[in-house]
């Protein structure tokens, strides 16, 4: 496997006369967590849709685990836990149905779950503290319990990169804690990981590197580098680390 996971080269993304990517740069290697900060609209969602390949850039490349996006999701390589708004919650699926779908990719056309899958998705639920809701249906769950869900959904596939839209939006600090525990193992086994937040103060226990998107990556480096506040102003064009105004 190389270390290089995503490399995002020069990608413009359009929707009509909206610019939402202007030429996006970021390479993340294996084993890195980054933290994607930006303002809303500055193109968060964007980028994630371009490397997941569900946005097509208007130009640029986007190479993943040195293949396309495509490559990387028949492989199952890549999880991606989207924003809540991108889900139906009423489906009806139970919180086991949505781990098990990490892993569809192995399982042939037939998508009949082998001993092994059921293995891998009770242990994804263990590891996400989520064992005793396991035949909920998905929408009965908290919003922390729901992103820990999709989390555990990730780790069943065995995706060794991970892309993660605002996990933390609307979670309690247990899950808050257990989501970056598990990201950090994650990592450490392997895992690239590229996660969007708002919560700039958790950043630097989270990510060994920060981005700050405002369309175009303003800047890519160490997170306490790039939350200082002159680099913040830059793309939100006020003291958001100031006293109770960090959002
Ligand atoms: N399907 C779409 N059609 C038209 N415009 C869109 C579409 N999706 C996003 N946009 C626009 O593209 C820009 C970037 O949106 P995007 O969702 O990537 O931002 P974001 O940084 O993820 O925002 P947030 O922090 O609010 O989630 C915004 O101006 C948005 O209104």
């Known amino acids: ?119 891998a998705v009770n242990e994804a639920l263990e590891r996400v503290e989520l064992t ?11 919003g922390g319990q729901k992103k820990r869900a999709f989390v555990a959904r990730g780790i069943a596939q065995n995706a060794n990169i991970l892309l993660l839209d605002e996990p933390f939006a609307g979670v309690d600090k247990r899950s808050e804690a257990t989501i970056t525990r598990l990201l950090r193992e994650q990592a450490q086994e392997g895992a690239a990981i590229l996660v969007s937040t708002h919560d700039l103060h958790a950043l630097p226990a989270l990510a060994d590197e920060a981005v700050l998107l405002m369309q175009r990556v303003l ?6 580098t790039v939350l200082r506040p002159e680099n913040l102003a830059l793309a939100f064009g006020l003291d958001v680390l100031g006293s109770g105004n960090d959002s």
């Open 1 to 119: 496997m190389s270390t290089q996971a995503i490399t995002v080269r020069d990608v413009t993304v359009r929707y009509g006369d909206v610019l939402a990517l202007d030429r996006a740069e970021l390479t993340l290697n294996h084993g890195r967590i980054c933290g994607l900060i930006g303002m809303n609209g500055s193109g968060k969602s964007t980028l994630f849709k371009a490397i997941m390949g569900l946005v097509k850039p208007d130009g640029g490349t986007v190479t993943i685990n040195g293949g396309t996006p495509a490559q990387a999701r028949k492989s199952a390589a890549i999880g991606y836990v989207p924003q809540s708004e991108d889900v139906d919650w009423a489906f009806p699926v139970s919180v086991h149905d949505v781990v098990m779908m990490g892993r569809y990719g192995g399982m042939g056309w037939t998508r009949r779950p082998k001993r092994s899958d059921h293995v």
């Open 132 to 142: 005793e809701y396991a035949h909920r249906q998905i929408g009965q769950l908290s």
């Open 219 to 224: 800047m890519h480096g160490d997170p306490k």
